[in-house]
């Protein structure tokens, strides 16, 4: 398979997971699917087949890091189509928390969309986005514990 076939495939199957909790993040089946980590094993599969022929170039560059030895391993295509598919699948798993963890707070699916999206895209952008926005429903997931508590206390 070719470089640029691999860097296409890692996003292609990661879509539909994205696709499912962007586009019906209320069904039952995209809670099912989320809630396993292992969504992201599809982009890493892809990762792996492109970086471990690569090995001996990569090893030095994560084992004592610098700009330049950076520069040098992405020069290559399949050492940059292996990084994609890498960050296709931390966006991914970013992605899979922030929905599951949105839903559990009762986040409305519409102002989720854009943040999904945005993490897709963006992530550096979008988790800090999601992390302010969470900041509003810290408050109303507590009331809504405490209001459950109470009122489970006055019906025993």
Do not use: C, K
């Amino acid at each position: 398979m070719s470089t640029e076939t691999l860097f296409d495939l890692s996003f292609y199957l990661a879509f539909p997971f994205w696709a499912l909790m962007i586009l019906a993040p209320t069904w039952s089946v995209s809670r099912r699917v989320a809630a396993s980590p292992l969504i992201v094993l599809p982009s890493l599969a892809v990762n792996l087949v492109l970086m471990l022929p690569l090995i001996a170039d990569f090893w030095p560059v994560v084992t004592s890091p610098s700009l330049a030895g950076l520069r040098a391993l992405v020069g290559s295509p399949p050492a940059l189509a292996a990084l994609w598919a890498q960050i296709i699948a931390w966006d991914l798993f970013l992605g899979r928390w922030i929905y599951l963890d949105s839903r559990e707070r009762g986040v409305h699916p519409l102002l989720m969309a854009p943040v999904m999206v945005l993490t897709i895209l963006l992530s550096p952008i979008g988790l800090p986005v999601y992390l302010l926005l969470r900041l509003a429903y810290r408050e109303n997931s507590g009331a809504e514990s405490a209001s459950r508590e109470a009122q489970g206390r006055t019906m025993a």
